[in-house]
């Protein structure tokens, strides 16, 4: 079992930046595939980022080049940097947790975070 608690979330400026942080629980933090999903008002949950065990890093094209996502295995928490920051990154931000990585890799996360808000906005 996993349990997942995001921070770091606000109300930020266009062009600004946040970063936000999942801190997980568990011994086998370091063995699980983390990512970032988010969700604006609708339906749909967007793949953001997703970062393997082993540190390689997948982005969606939406935030290439602007966020990156990073682990701490010794503290137990991924985190999401996030700059130059648009109006169409508002949402609900989400961390995951996967041990699968067959799973992972099709955006299938058996753990979830309850999200954290992140508004960008004049």
């Known amino acids: 079992q996993v349990q997942l608690v995001e921070s770091g979330g606000g109300l930020v400026q266009p062009g600004g930046s946040l970063r936000l942080s999942c801190a997980a629980s568990?011994?086998?933090?370091?063995?699980?595939?983390m990512g970032w999903f988010r969700q604006a008002p609708g339906p749909e949950r967007e793949f953001v980022a997703l970062?393997?065990?082993?540190?390689?890093?997948i982005y969606a094209d939406s935030v290439k080049g602007r966020f990156t996502i990073s682990r701490d295995n010794a503290k137990n928490t991924v985190y999401l940097q996030m700059n130059s920051l648009k109006p169409g990154d508002t949402a609900v931000y989400y961390c995951?947790?996967?041990?699968?990585?067959?799973?992972?890799?099709?955006?299938?996360?058996?753990?979830w975070g309850q999200g954290t808000q992140v508004t960008v906005s004049s």
């Open positions: 995951a947790a996967e041990s699968d990585s067959v799973r992972a890799v099709r955006g299938s996360f058996d753990y």
């Open positions: 970062i393997w065990s082993g540190g390689s890093t």
């Open positions: 568990g011994r086998t933090f370091s063995s699980y595939a």
